[in-house]
Structure formats: structure tokens, C-alpha cells
């Protein structure tokens, strides 16, 4: 489930869509925006930099449990077990639903494989 206060980078192009450079390259920067989140946590924001509320996520389009028990693997081996949480799961849905859920990301995600075409334009 997405926390309402959470930032989240979204891409909810089909997984065989998602390249291992581009997803590496995602978490990486995901990883440094959540050190960032919590070294930040107990700052009294003096810095002037907006102050985040929870720990950003990546949310994904969920394709079965293979898919996403081998993402949390790759993620758990090469990030750590904190960055497995970083990580969200949607289930597929109607149309009506999918343009409703993909106003809570804050950040839309491109696959420069294949480009998002359709799924760009519902976001945007």
C-alpha cells in the first residue's frame, strides 16, 4: 500500500518492459533520495530544503509472484534490505481505476526501451 505522504516515482509499464540498467539505475537514485529521507528524519529542517514526510517509493505494476519475488532478490542483494521496502506492488486494474491511481504518483517513470506511448499519456 502507498503511504499518502510518501514520494512516489511510478512505472507501471509491463515489467518485461523494464531493462536490469534502467531498473538498477532507478534504484540507485531511489537509494539516495531515501538516505537522504532519513538522514533527514530528526533535522529541524534548517537546511531550507522541503522537509520529506515518509520514505520515497518505486511502485511497479505487479506481474505474478516470480516477478516480484526477483526484483526484492536483485534489490536485497545489491541495494540492501531497506531498499526491499522501497519498493511497491500494484495489481493490475480497469481503466477507470489505473487513470484514478496513477494521479498518486508524483514522478512517472519511462522504460527508453520501448517508451510508454499509452501508459505516458494516461499519466500525463
Not at 534502467?22 to 530528526?42: G, I, K
Amino acid at each position: 500500500r502507498l503511504d499518502p505522504e510518501a514520494f512516489v516515482y511510478c512505472c507501471h509499464s509491463r515489467p518485461d518492459k523494464i531493462d536490469p540498467t534502467t531498473f538498477r539505475c532507478w534504484m540507485r537514485a531511489l537509494s539516495r533520495v531515501r538516505s537522504e529521507y532519513f538522514s533527514r528524519v530528526n533535522d529541524k529542517n534548517e537546511s531550507g530544503y522541503p522537509q520529506m514526510r515518509a520514505p520515497p517509493v518505486l511502485w511497479l505494476l505487479r506481474s505474478g509472484e516470480e516477478m516480484e519475488r526477483n526484483l526484492r532478490d536483485l534489490v536485497r542483494t545489491e541495494f540492501g534490505q531497506d531498499m526491499e521496502e522501497a519498493m511497491v506492488f500494484a495489481d493490475v486494474a480497469e481503466r477507470n481505476e489505473h487513470l484514478r491511481r496513477l494521479g498518486c504518483a508524483d514522478v512517472f517513470l519511462d522504460t527508453p526501451s520501448y517508451n510508454a506511448h499509452t501508459l505516458g499519456c494516461d499519466a500525463l
